[in-house]
């Protein structure tokens, strides 16, 4: 089962997580952890409580910690429609660009809320 750690007080998120969910086997051996007053359980997992703000994490069935891009690539790449895309975000020249614009929204999201 893989464990999904992200933050549920940010719409988008949630919305997100909600469409992952709605995708046919999707669901199937994933749990998910809200981050929100659970610092003391990431920083036991090994997860800087600040990273798990501003980057998704997702534990796999061995307990390895998986972040960013490479936790989106593991969670997509278990859904058959999205195989493709975890694929193609995985790219050398993508991966890195992808990764950048990412963290830019993230910071920009969390500035916006006042919660960085």
């Known amino acids: 089962m893989l464990k999904v750690f992200y933050d549920g007080a940010c719409p988008r998120c949630i919305a ?6 709605s995708l046919p086997r999707a669901g199937e051996g994933v749990e998910w952890v809200d ?8 920083l036991a997992l090994g997860i800087d409580p600040y990273l798990a703000l501003t980057e998704l994490h997702v534990q796999d069935e061995s ?3 998986h ?9 997509l790449a278990r859904v058959p429609r999205l195989a493709f895309v975890a694929r193609l975000i995985a790219l ?12 830019h929204w993230v910071i920009r999201r969390l500035q916006r809320d006042g919660r960085l």
């Open 16 to 21: 997100d997580r909600r469409w992952y969910e």
């Open 35 to 42: 981050i929100t007053g659970r610092d003391e359980e990431l």
């Open 63 to 65: 307990g390895h910690i």
């Open 67 to 75: 972040r960013e891009l490479d936790a989106y690539i593991l969670l």
């Open 92 to 103: 050398p020249l993508i991966k890195p660009l992808l990764s950048r614009a990412y963290r």
